[in-house]
């Protein structure tokens, strides 16, 4: 049980909060030099400064991507011992955060003020400008998984877990996800230029809620603060009932995604958000039941054949 | 006089909420299809998956665009008997709402819990993400038309008696944009590849307002939420004069229109907002003075030669 | 001292609220023609109705792009003795207000009424959709500068003197800053299309806070409500340092600039914004320090060779 679950304990480790992804794309390209000698198809892997942070993975002869962020919530450090939120954080006072400035490591703890703004306190100044993350607390229980940033290091363990046996397809990591977002726009100018792919399926983490349950497996989105095009999403429907995934219908009001990105970008793309639902998002302690991940894997390898 | 505005009837009787324009875009391609012959140019039209639901009709050697947007406001059903808003709907508890889902047509009645969330009251539970629009009452008096989705079904009528005698331009039918846009980026990065067209009108519709009365000529907007150039605008003020077609000019802080997401596009568009002001916005009983649906088509008319 | 601030003067004076630049526009292009004889290289100038009312500059081999905006904040007549905002000024009751419609010059006067909407005191009704500013009262003390507009004036100011000894870069000069954007998309498009820039600076005015202080020296932004790439950021303070320029960093919540349009633009640049704080930020009393305006230059030319 462990094992099965080892490099997603990795992954929610990593520091990478949204405007420094730099370990993420580290760590991700590491990891695909050394395993995807051993996937189906060694897939050809863009990046570099022309891609910022992000990192792109071509499979075959491509027909939809996989998009999936790199970036998590956090603070920043303002003046004094001002914290500024990276993305909406969702953390009571006495939180332990880590991060690291020109003096070294750091571990302070969360705190609020009256008027409810964030400060952090710790035994010396941290240097303007340094980012905060949660200290990260994996826990693998026989039902769940449950840590800090499984939003979105789930939806990065997905993509790699379907990269193990994928044909035809693309994967792209990208960036500023929690934070207003800004690379989805030229990763996918880049897919559409090259491959004339805009199939997306956003392989990120949503909210259980009076409609979505835990163990009840994965979540298609039908909408979100969003609207993706409703054929599309049909298609994505019937995939999952024709393949008989465990899966659930969402429908919310709020909420966004790489899917917003994708909608109002100059290509024309669909999309659609297919993902396992969690507990206490943007929390250090989000939950996700395993039987939700399993069919948010399974369901991926089906609809990259099938779409 | 129930022969003119036959045509306008039939576009309001379409269900067609942003997301789901699939039958509008049928309508107006089965419509072009037959009237076109007709016409004194016989358009290109562009259509199929590489521009979603949306449709592009070229004339000529087009200067300047028209853009209608197809979708209309309306609801989404969510869990149990919850609705989400499409857009903006401004209705009534007691308001008809119809759709289909799997079961079936739905007429259904609106209405409004204690903290002011929409529900839907009916006979059975509807699909989760079914969508559901105003039941159309199309009422046509001496003066006036009123109905819902004058906005902007009135808009794609204007196009389409503009086409009648276009010689030279472009007539764009988009998606999405009573929430959110996302399908005029794409349109107008292909009209300006194309064909270097970067004038554009919006075929809209407006508000009765402070400053703009009922019966007093079509509206011509030098603002609203957005600032269109002001050297694009007075050129339209000017051929208004001198062709003396009964005009309004509106200045407004609030409210947009495809013309955003055309002015924070990376092409270099110009934009006009050009339409007929309307009471009760989003609500299903708008209201038009039909002065201001004929000086609105007039007006196009010259500004498709003019400009 | 006079002299050194001359230029800063007449650009403070130009009318010219987003929408309207043609004024500064025209301003700077005679500007150009004649001083770029006297300036290190002469660049290649771009502009005309592909530009709408911008210009790009590009002097050798460029690496990286200044942009400045044009426009500035002030006020729309509606109706009546309506006014609406342009962007977010700031300003008293019996501010004076400047602009020009078909009757002639105007002078008149900024009031509220009792719900805070703006409106105007002036001997006549003035045309729909007038655009008002500030009138410009420049003061030149012997430490401050202190104006209308400074906001982002000094920062054309700023890209015009390090032009006088660039010798690889694109000074670009962008439109709507102010309100909502609209020019840089397709500004990044060409510059990275033509050159492969995807590097920029935002040469645009502060905010004095809590943690930056006038007469302390140019501000470097590691973030405002957007989050640039770290590592670039990272790159401009090592610069700083290595130059022994005088610095400040800043990091905010709240803020916005020409950098957040660049951050969503189709093409992956890298941005930063560096420039002086004022104080009375969209008032008609905005204040810089001159060690700050200075540092700011001289910063920017060692970024310029360095990047």
């Known amino acids: 049980m462990i094992q099965e679950f080892k490099l997603l304990k990795q992954l929610c480790e990593v520091h990478a909060p949204s405007g420094r992804e730099v370990a993420m794309k580290d760590f991700l390209l590491r990891y695909i030099a050394k395993e995807s000698k051993k996937w189906k198809v060694k897939p050809e892997v863009y990046h570099g400064e022309e891609f910022q942070d992000c990192i792109v993975l ?55 003020d009256k008027d409810n703004h964030a400060f952090y306190s710790f035994g010396r100044q ?107 999403v049909d298609r994505i429907i019937a995939i999952a009932r024709k393949r008989q995934v465990d899966f659930q219908l969402e429908v919310e009001g709020m909420g966004s995604s790489d899917g917003r990105e994708l909608q109002v970008s100059p290509y024309p793309f669909d999309w659609c958000f297919v993902g396992a639902p969690e507990s206490g998002p943007h929390t250090p302690d989000e939950r996700v039941h395993k039987h939700d991940i399993r069919t948010m894997i399974e369901l991926y390898q089906w609809l990259m054949k099938d779409l």
Chains 1, 2, 3 share one sequence.
């Open 58 to 112: 071509k499979f075959g002869k491509p027909r939809t991507a996989i998009f999936a962020h790199m970036d998590s919530i956090g603070f920043t450090v303002r003046y004094f011992n001002q914290l500024l939120p990276i993305g909406s954080p969702d953390a009571d006072a006495g939180t332990v955060l880590v991060g690291e400035d020109s003096l070294g490591a750091i571990e302070c703890v969360l705190e609020f």
């Open 126 to 232: 941290i240097d303007r400008g340094t980012e905060l993350t949660y200290k990260v607390n994996f826990r693998d229980s026989k039902m769940y998984i449950q840590s800090a940033y499984l939003d979105d290091r789930l939806g990065i363990y997905n993509a790699l877990k379907v990269a193990e046996t994928l044909k035809d397809g693309v994967i792209v990591f990208t960036c500023w996800e929690e934070h207003g977002g800004g690379s989805v726009p030229y990763l996918a100018k880049f897919i559409y230029e090259q491959w004339q792919v805009r199939q997306a399926l956003i392989s990120d983490i949503t909210w259980v809620s009076d409609g979505v349950e835990p163990g009840k497996g994965v979540a298609i989105s039908m909408r979100d603060r969003n609207i993706p095009r409703r054929s599309f």
